[in-house]
């Protein structure tokens, strides 16, 4: 008779699912929701753990599983533009895990077995941890070398604080773009939306919108009143194929690329996606062991 523990079959799937869940975010390189994230490895494990309630069974038929995943889905990324695409990378990370995990736990002699498709007994954290290493690792090497866009681009890592607050960005280093502030001639870091919700406070976080940032020019008047220290002005630009606007543009404390840190660099909130994989555009000098 196979003997299940509840307790454990929770653990385990959250544990995975929070896991999933934060990588899935880093590979996509959208701003990072850890709250959201515990929530959905909540209800994942809740969903494991029901599987093996008394009549339970049915929630162990792959529609039901399907619509779990969709759930957890929206859960951690509601919200969030091109969900779709967020959605079958979480599937397709979900299956690399559990492979992953099942092989790490045959070579060390202690496999986790499974039950209806769930994970039922107790942990062996070590071999749980070395294949959430190994599962990242990988497949953030594999994502980023596919991101590149091969041509002359890069990938960055950016820190950026505004108002004593800091968020992690994911940069496209774009030698094509020359977006400069007039008068200081510093570079413009472009951002995503949404991309720098972390530093901003809810009142202004209501004013940056998307919808709203279309219309940069009305949004001065209840930005400076809301958040003067932002110091926003307009900024004029022009794009291939998109023609020529205006962009909004703050100040920041500093901004930290590779490693290498400049204070007020000017950062231009776009109001569409930049891109998959990168949530901020940046036209310096700065790349890896170079200056900023």
Same mark, same amino acid.
């Given at each position: 008779m196979t003997v299940v523990y509840i307790d454990s079959v929770f653990v385990l799937? =959250?544990?995975m699912d929070y896991? @999933?869940? @934060?990588?899935?975010a880093r590979l996509a390189?959208?701003?990072l929701r850890r709250l959201r994230y515990v929530l959905a490895a909540l209800a994942g494990g809740g969903y494991a753990a029901a599987v093996f309630l008394p009549g339970g069974?049915? @929630?162990a038929s792959s529609p039901i599983k399907l619509a779990a995943g969709v759930l957890i889905a929206l859960i951690a990324y509601g919200g969030e533009e091109r969900l =779709?695409? @967020?959605t079958l990378l979480l599937f397709g990370l979900s299956c690399a895990m559990a492979g992953c995990v099942l092989a790490l736990g045959l070579l060390a002699g202690s496999a986790l077995p499974a039950e209806r498709g769930i994970f039922y007994t107790d942990v062996d954290l070590k071999v749980l941890l070395i294949a959430a290493g190994a599962v990242e690792i990988v497949l953030t090497v594999v994502f980023r070398a596919a991101a590149r866009h091969g041509i002359r681009g890069e990938l960055l890592p950016v820190r950026? !604080?505004?108002g004593g607050g800091t968020v992690t960005l994911t940069a496209l280093h774009d030698s094509g773009n020359s977006l400069r502030e007039p008068g200081s001639g510093l570079p413009v870091l472009v951002t995503a /939306?949404?991309?720098l919700d972390g530093v901003f406070p809810k009142e202004v976080r209501q004013l940056l919108t998307p919808e709203s940032l279309r219309q940069p020019a009305e949004l001065m008047e209840p930005l400076v009143r809301a958040a003067p220290w932002l110091h926003p002005r307009l900024l004029p630009y022009h794009a291939v194929g998109t023609g020529a606007g205006l962009l909004l543009v703050i100040r920041t404390d500093w901004v930290e690329i590779c490693g290498r840190r400049c204070a007020a660099v000017p950062a231009a909130? !776009? /109001?569409t996606a930049l891109g998959n994989g990168y949530t901020a555009l940046w036209g310096g000098e700065g790349t890896r062991g170079g200056a900023v």
């Amino acid at each position: 008779m196979t003997v299940v523990y509840i307790d454990s079959v929770f653990v385990l799937n =959250a544990v995975m699912d929070y896991l @999933l869940c @934060l990588v899935t975010a880093r590979l996509a390189g959208i701003p990072l929701r850890r709250l959201r994230y515990v929530l959905a490895a909540l209800a994942g494990g809740g969903y494991a753990a029901a599987v093996f309630l008394p009549g339970g069974d049915f @929630l162990a038929s792959s529609p039901i599983k399907l619509a779990a995943g969709v759930l957890i889905a929206l859960i951690a990324y509601g919200g969030e533009e091109r969900l =779709a695409r @967020l959605t079958l990378l979480l599937f397709g990370l979900s299956c690399a895990m559990a492979g992953c995990v099942l092989a790490l736990g045959l070579l060390a002699g202690s496999a986790l077995p499974a039950e209806r498709g769930i994970f039922y007994t107790d942990v062996d954290l070590k071999v749980l941890l070395i294949a959430a290493g190994a599962v990242e690792i990988v497949l953030t090497v594999v994502f980023r070398a596919a991101a590149r866009h091969g041509i002359r681009g890069e990938l960055l890592p950016v820190r950026l !604080s505004v108002g004593g607050g800091t968020v992690t960005l994911t940069a496209l280093h774009d030698s094509g773009n020359s977006l400069r502030e007039p008068g200081s001639g510093l570079p413009v870091l472009v951002t995503a /939306p949404g991309a720098l919700d972390g530093v901003f406070p809810k009142e202004v976080r209501q004013l940056l919108t998307p919808e709203s940032l279309r219309q940069p020019a009305e949004l001065m008047e209840p930005l400076v009143r809301a958040a003067p220290w932002l110091h926003p002005r307009l900024l004029p630009y022009h794009a291939v194929g998109t023609g020529a606007g205006l962009l909004l543009v703050i100040r920041t404390d500093w901004v930290e690329i590779c490693g290498r840190r400049c204070a007020a660099v000017p950062a231009a909130l !776009s /109001p569409t996606a930049l891109g998959n994989g990168y949530t901020a555009l940046w036209g310096g000098e700065g790349t890896r062991g170079g200056a900023v």
